[in-house]
């Protein structure tokens, strides 16, 4: 398949997103543990995600998915810039704004990478699915790529804050005695508590912090100037694609000759009824490059409202939600909890950067198997080995005694998690498309609703 530009461009915006959002958005439970602040951050976000979900079709369908997209990637610029500094004042109006990109951002992605691998599909429409699976193929291992790459980058940077304050003669190098009885599952961050180690949270060094924000900014501003000059304008909420120059005029002389055999074979035929049957062929190629008319915006909110509604008592996504919900809350247990309890407490801040690295890693390896497994042998098997995945992991983190010496158990269970999630995620989303495929758009905004219920949880 020859090189998509334009979809490439949009890929290296993903990459750039992903790194920065994703890398901050995993250690803010862990930079804010004071008061729990980092939790109510999170928890904030998917609230105001769960309201601001309800309008994102109405913007999307009457803004376009472009701006959608560059108004979720400017959001999160502000999350990440919020996390500069740890107070009420910062984290918390990060949150929010955290809540508004997932939003936006998670419904737009989708129809975006769809957008492209139908627009690659145009000139051979009998190949859609093919080149839409490929497409979002590419889209998905890029996202969570970009995971081990943003978390990689954190590691590194917090390794070498430990390291220079191990040889800074200002710096109190005494390694601290853990106690290992206040993590796990026995992390209830109870104030003295988490101030008595709070260098297990947070850089040796305040400078750290600043680099890492500041960096992870300048790669989310290349990431939106990415996308502003290089992203087409011509992404319509209803996945309609303009058929480029070159494919309307093949389009438009392929008809015109399918018209003129069509004629010829009738003996009843004349060249008045061809002539027509030619401007007729014309004004539908006009028409379908013609961006949609104008309409009001309440007509947009109504329509997208009932829509919504509609398909959310739908019995089969009431049944799919529950499995959203479970998703969302698993993923939230990871990024809130783990991060903080398990990796944090018992390995260290600089290590949690490792712990997601393995966690998406997994993740990314699962999403591929799982699709297989499922073509071959439908999603119950899949589905049934993720679930005894995770009662496993949730079992041995409660009853789990930590010691000196045991701690790299902390690394399987972010493997195993990510194995889960992997088959979870994969296989849920592809339900949503499945079952509603003929309101794509609706279903993907609505999984992004039902997901973030169970992230608030």
């Known amino acids: 398949m020859a090189t998509d530009v334009p979809f490439t461009l949009f890929l290296s915006g993903v990459l750039l997103c992903g790194c920065s959002t994703m890398a901050v958005y995993c250690l803010v439970s862990s930079l804010n543990v004071d008061e729990g602040l980092g939790t109510w951050s999170l928890a904030l976000a998917y609230v105001s995600s769960l309201l601001v979900a309800n309008v994102t079709p109405v913007i999307g369908c009457y803004f376009g998915v472009k701006k959608l997209l560059i ?42 990478t769809t957008y492209f691998g139908k627009r690659r599909a145009s000139a051979d429409p009998a190949s859609m699915k093919k080149h839409v699976r490929y497409y979002t193929g590419f889209y998905f291992g890029v996202l969570q790529g970009s995971g081990v790459v943003g978390n990689g980058i954190t590691f590194a940077a917090l390794h070498i804050d430990q390291s220079l304050a191990r040889v800074d003669l200002t710096y109190n190098s005494t390694e601290r005695n853990i106690d290992y009885s206040v993590c796990g ?55 309609t694609t303009p058929k480029s120059n070159v494919h309307s005029e093949n389009s438009k002389e392929a008809l015109e000759m399918a018209v003129l055999k069509s004629k010829s074979r009738k003996t009843e035929s004349n060249n008045s009824e061809i002539t027509e049957e030619k401007n007729l062929v014309t004004d539908s190629i006009r028409t379908e490059n013609t961006p949609p008319e104008t309409v009001s915006l ?16 739908n019995p089969k996504h009431m049944l799919v939600a529950l499995l959203s919900i479970y998703n969302g809350m698993t993923i939230g247990y990871v990024v809130a909890e783990l991060t903080r309890a398990y990796a944090s407490c018992i390995l260290g801040v600089r290590k949690v950067g490792v712990c997601i690295m393995l966690f998406s890693s997994a993740d990314c390896i699962f999403s591929l198997i799982a699709g297989k497994m499922a073509g071959k042998l439908g999603r119950n098997l899949p589905y049934f080995i993720a679930f005894i995945i995770d009662i496993g992991l949730y079992v041995f983190s409660m009853h789990w005694e930590i010691n000196a010496g045991n701690e790299w158990p902390v690394y399987i269970i972010f493997l195993m998690f990510g194995c889960s999630d992997g088959i979870w995620q994969t296989l849920i989303t592809a339900m949503y498309g499945e079952y509603f495929i003929k309101q794509q758009q609706v279903a993907y905004n609505l999984w992004n609703v039902m997901l973030n219920v169970g992230l608030l949880i």
């Open 185 to 239: 599952a026995n992390d209830c961050q109870i104030g003295n508590i988490t101030s008595a180690s709070m260098e297990q949270y947070t850089p040796a060094f305040p400078i750290t912090r600043y680099v890492l924000i500041l960096f992870y900014s300048v790669l989310m501003i290349c990431c939106i100037l990415l996308h502003s000059i290089f992203l087409p304008n011509d992404i319509h909420w209803n996945l």
């Open 71 to 112: 108004t979720a990637e400017i959001s999160w610029l502000l999350f990440i810039l919020g996390n500069m500094h740890s107070s009420y004042y910062t984290v918390l109006p990060a949150g929010f704004f955290l809540g508004c990109g997932e939003a936006f951002g998670w419904t737009s992605l989708p129809i975006i």
């Open 298 to 313: 309440l007509t947009v909110f109504t329509t997208t409202f009932k829509a919504t509604i509609k398909m959310s008592f």
